[in-house]
């Protein structure tokens, strides 16, 4: 029996359910929204079946049965990926496209290094790097916007895997001529009535603010920046400290100014920094090679930030 849909259909099926309109996935897609709509419209004459309810102000949902081949489309999908993974496999070779996300205040230390290492061992991959905060890179994990994410350990979801790559600890970031310096180690209790430039990230927030709140301190917070740029201008021209866990390499802000970084002593809790993935039975070969290869970038000790 002659298939009644081509894997270009379901693609775009999968992609509006994704989505929740057509416009949305085609910009996903690149492709023209008449094309997604035209090919929405064949398979629901092909099934003879209303797939979507359009709702003008919100987009398109699935009706019950739209639903049901959704669920089937994705996991042809997957599996016909699958086919496609077994072949590379077959010829041990990492190729094609993979969507790189990494955490806001890691990509600019680490996200072109990686890039530019891994093209330059896979010739026939081609990396796409996306940025941003940890509750996004979840969800675009999630929704397959990306295929891995270079993050930490907070509040990684049970459908999500996460493998562990390095452990950091907390870190203080001072005015290069902070009298604190002189220590050469600081301690909350040293801290607590400093002003604080509190890198204001979601999931990030909470972990350094637990820091005080679980040694019985309150800190002092003067500044709130979701750009640790910003965070490093301030501290370098005086308006307090921030808690950070990756150090950048350079001690100059961005505006030319100096910073200085110490350990914070105590006993605190790490960040681990590892490669996030939404859950499956099969990883891409592309994904493991990924994989394997930022480990090793770890484990030689040359990524930025990644010290332990």
Request: some cysteine.
């Amino acid at each position: 029996m002659p298939l009644r849909f081509t894997f270009r259909q379901l693609e775009y099926l999968v992609a509006v359910g994704d989505a929740g309109t057509i416009s949305q996935a085609a910009e996903r897609l690149n492709i023209s929204s008449p094309s997604i709509s035209a090919a929405i419209s064949q398979l629901e004459a092909e099934f003879g079946a209303q797939l979507f309810v359009r709702q003008h102000a919100q987009g398109l949902s699935l009706t019950p049965g739209g639903q049901r081949i959704f669920n089937e489309a994705k996991r042809i999908l997957d599996s016909a990926g699958a086919l496609n993974d077994l072949a590379g496999d077959i010829a041990d070779a990492a190729r094609g496209p993979i969507a790189v996300g990494a955490l806001s205040t890691i990509a600019p230390m680490v996200s072109a290094s990686v890039r530019r290492s891994f093209e330059a061992a896979y010739p026939d991959a081609n990396v796409s790097l996306r940025e941003a905060h940890q509750a996004d890179l979840l969800r675009m994990l999630g929704r397959a916007e990306i295929d891995v994410a270079i993050t930490y350990d907070l509040e990684i979801p049970k459908d999500i895997t996460f493998e562990p790559l390095v452990a950091l600890p907390p870190y203080v970031m001072l005015r290069h001529n902070h009298p604190l310096i002189e220590r050469g180690a600081v301690t909350l209790a040293d801290l607590a009535a400093e002003p604080m430039i509190l890198l204001d990230l979601p999931l990030s927030r909470e972990y350094f603010l637990s820091t005080f709140h679980n040694a019985g301190f309150r800190p002092t917070i003067s500044e709130r920046t979701a750009s640790l740029s910003v965070a490093r201008s301030l501290v370098a021209n005086g308006f307090g400290f921030c808690l950070i866990n990756m150090r950048p390499t350079t001690t100059i802000a961005p505006d030319g100014e100096e910073l200085a970084y110490l350990p914070l002593g105590g006993d605190h809790r790490h960040l681990v920094v590892g490669l996030a993935t939404k859950r499956s039975e099969h990883r891409s070969r592309i994904v493991a090679a990924f994989h394997d290869h930022v480990r090793g970038r770890i484990a030689a000790g040359d990524l930025p930030g990644m010290g332990r």
